[in-house]
């Protein structure tokens, strides 16, 4: 079984820039789920995908968008980037039944100068 | 969402076991209760959950309280490796989302 993983592992961009992350599900699971987190809080909830489709919110701005593909692997679009989207950027897969516990990958490093 | 309180911190000597708390008093019917750790430098990780009765897993227990406004994560002989920030977490039945708060860092002593 394949756990979560995560493309690329760093990232440098510059203010202004526009990036995306990438994201492989765990085998058998149809949903993916994405997480901001800063440095010494708590992950924070961007939004999820179900079925292709955006499947729930956080309180981000809608430069932050996402996309999920047939094979349920996603990616993560942030445009115009702000110093503060500096983050790592978690992804967690489950499947979409009930209150399954979510398996997150090791996280893509973003660092915006 | 729910709120949960933990500890900021704790520390406990290896090979004993380790209690950690969780305080939810405003918990809803229908809310599980997560617990999840994130080991330095790795993703979150899923520990157990329950809704209420106790819980074993090979991790750990889950001790969830009669009126469920508290919960506490049992880890029966920490080791070195179970050093990690402990996030307890409610979650309703099919919300999308885990909401972490700042957790407990759990600091294991050789």
């Known amino acids: 079984e394949t756990g979560v993983t995560q493309s690329p592992t760093h990232l440098i961009k510059t203010r202004g820039q526009q990036v995306t992350l990438r994201c492989s599900s765990q085998?058998?699971?149809?949903?993916v789920s994405w997480y901001q987190q800063a440095l010494g809080q708590g992950p924070q909830f961007i939004f999820q995908?179900?079925?292709?489709?955006?499947?729930g919110r956080g309180n981000f701005p809608p430069r932050f968008s996402g996309l999920q593909f047939p094979n349920y692997s996603s990616e993560l679009n942030v445009n115009a980037l702000e110093l503060d989207d500096s983050a790592l950027y978690l992804c967690?897969?489950?499947?979409?039944?009930?209150?399954?516990?979510?398996?997150f990958g090791p996280g893509t490093r973003l660092t915006v100068t | 969402d729910a709120k949960t309180t933990q500890p900021n911190s704790m520390e406990s000597n290896e090979e004993e076991p380790v209690h950690l708390p969780c305080n939810h008093s405003?918990?809803?019917?229908?809310?599980?209760i997560h617990w999840y750790r994130q080991l330095p430098s790795q993703g979150p990780e899923y520990v157990i959950h329950?809704?209420?009765s106790n819980v074993n897993n090979r991790m750990a227990s889950l001790a969830i309280a009669e009126d469920r406004k508290s919960s506490t994560l049992i880890l029966h002989r920490a080791t070195l490796r179970d050093a990690a920030v402990y996030y307890c977490i409610l979650r309703y039945f099919g919300n999308e989302k885990l909401t972490f708060g700042t957790g407990t860092r759990l600091t294991i002593i050789p």
């Open positions: 329950g809704l209420t």
């Open positions: 995908y179900y079925r292709e489709e955006e499947n």
């Open positions: 967690a897969s489950s499947w979409h039944r009930g209150p399954n516990e979510q398996y």
């Open positions: 085998s058998g699971h149809n949903t």
């Open positions: 405003t918990i809803s019917g229908t809310d599980y």
